[in-house]
């Protein structure tokens, strides 16, 4: 008869592997071109964003290194997974209730129809329901990316911790805890829209954070379902691995989506 240890036995002999290798990635990453912050950040942004002048906001005489839409998704995204884990919520495996559920389903649908309402406006002879503002797109896109985390983090919880270490509770619990977190959203929102020069360097950075950590989460998931270790972390010392490889699987990540869109570009002889 099998034991079905065997596999996460002969798994973890390969752990110092897993580590060098995703300690090898992140460290490339960091330390090779651009080396300096808001250069990195915008890395990270071409990566995942048009990046379009005019569809973006400007500090300093600078462009974000997200357009207005995607600054507010994943500004919304970080708000939603810092805040959830101030509440304690690490260990919540269920979704929030259906009418909160409908709620953030809901902020999502917004953003699809701003979304192709601005689409539609590229094109002058379509026509198209109101004129594309850049603060709508950042209001829609931070509610998005806040509905997105509520989603994604009893997910990531469910399948990282071991059952007895879960609880069968909502991360996000009523629509007063929602409120609490639409709050965040409004200040969010009005602190981009301030557009004070000094916020240049905390905004590239909070938001391109954003993006590495719903990239890390997706990758620390995989991590552990392609290592068959679902659903198995009894203590936080158990995450490490799955953390570092998820970080490095969003750099992994980065670079690629980077480098086939300096492909398309110089093939096609147009932005993309």
Same mark, same amino acid.
Not at 71 to 93: D, F, Q
Not at 106 to 112: D, P
Not at 218 to 227: K, P, Q, R, S
């Given at each position: 008869?099998?034991?079905?240890?065997?596999?996460?036995? @002969? +798994? &973890?002999?390969?752990?110092?592997?897993?580590? $060098?290798? #995703? *300690? !090898? /990635?992140?460290? %490339?990453?960091?330390f090779?071109?651009?080396?300096?912050?808001?250069?990195?950040?915008?890395?990270?942004g071409?990566?995942?964003?048009?990046?379009?002048?005019?569809?973006?906001?400007?500090?300093?005489?600078q462009?974000?290194?997200?357009?207005?839409?995607?600054?507010?998704?994943?500004?919304?995204?970080?708000?939603?997974?810092?805040?959830?884990?101030?509440?304690?919520r690490?260990h919540?495996?269920?979704?929030?209730?259906?009418?909160?559920?409908?709620?953030?389903?809901?902020f999502?649908?917004?953003?699809?129809?701003?979304?192709?309402?601005?689409?539609?406006?590229?094109?002058?002879?379509?026509?198209?329901?109101?004129?594309?503002?850049?603060?709508l @797109? +950042? &209001?829609?896109?931070?509610?998005?990316?806040? $509905?997105? #985390? *509520? !989603? /994604?983090?009893? %997910?990531?919880?469910?399948?990282l911790?071991?059952?007895?270490?879960?609880?069968n509770?909502?991360?996000?619990r009523?629509f007063?805890e929602?409120?609490?977190?639409?709050?965040?959203?409004a200040?969010?929102?009005?602190?981009?829209?301030?557009?004070?020069?000094?916020?240049?360097?905390?905004?590239?950075?909070?938001?391109?954070?954003?993006v590495?950590?719903m990239?890390?989460?997706?990758g620390a998931?995989?991590?552990?379902?392609?290592?068959?270790?679902?659903?198995?972390?009894?203590?936080?010392?158990d995450?490490?691995?799955?953390?570092?490889?998820?970080?490095?699987?969003?750099?992994?990540?980065?670079?690629?989506?980077?480098?086939?869109?300096a492909?398309?570009?110089?093939?096609?002889?147009?932005?993309?």
């Amino acid at each position: 008869m099998s034991n079905p240890n065997v596999p996460t036995r @002969r +798994l &973890t002999r390969y752990q110092p592997f897993m580590w $060098a290798v #995703s *300690a !090898l /990635v992140i460290a %490339v990453f960091l330390f090779s071109p651009p080396v300096t912050l808001l250069d990195k950040t915008h890395a990270i942004g071409y990566a995942i964003c048009h990046q379009i002048p005019g569809r973006s906001f400007q500090l300093d005489g600078q462009t974000l290194p997200l357009c207005a839409r995607c600054t507010g998704i994943y500004l919304g995204a970080l708000l939603g997974l810092v805040g959830m884990s101030l509440m304690k919520r690490y260990h919540s495996v269920e979704l929030p209730p259906t009418r909160v559920l409908i709620t953030l389903i809901a902020f999502i649908g917004l953003m699809g129809i701003d979304g192709v309402n601005s689409y539609l406006s590229f094109f002058p002879k379509l026509p198209h329901l109101y004129e594309p503002q850049n603060w709508l @797109r +950042l &209001t829609t896109g931070t509610l998005h990316g806040l $509905a997105m #985390s *509520a !989603l /994604v983090y009893p %997910v990531m919880n469910g399948a990282l911790w071991h059952p007895n270490n879960a609880q069968n509770e909502p991360a996000l619990r009523n629509f007063k805890e929602l409120l609490f977190f639409l709050a965040g959203a409004a200040a969010i929102t009005l602190i981009v829209l301030w557009q004070q020069p000094f916020l240049l360097y905390p905004l590239a950075f909070l938001s391109t954070l954003g993006v590495l950590l719903m990239l890390g989460i997706v990758g620390a998931v995989l991590a552990v379902i392609l290592t068959r270790r679902e659903g198995t972390a009894r203590a936080w010392s158990d995450l490490a691995l799955p953390g570092v490889m998820g970080l490095a699987s969003a750099f992994l990540i980065v670079e690629a989506m980077g480098g086939l869109r300096a492909i398309l570009v110089q093939a096609a002889g147009v932005p993309f």
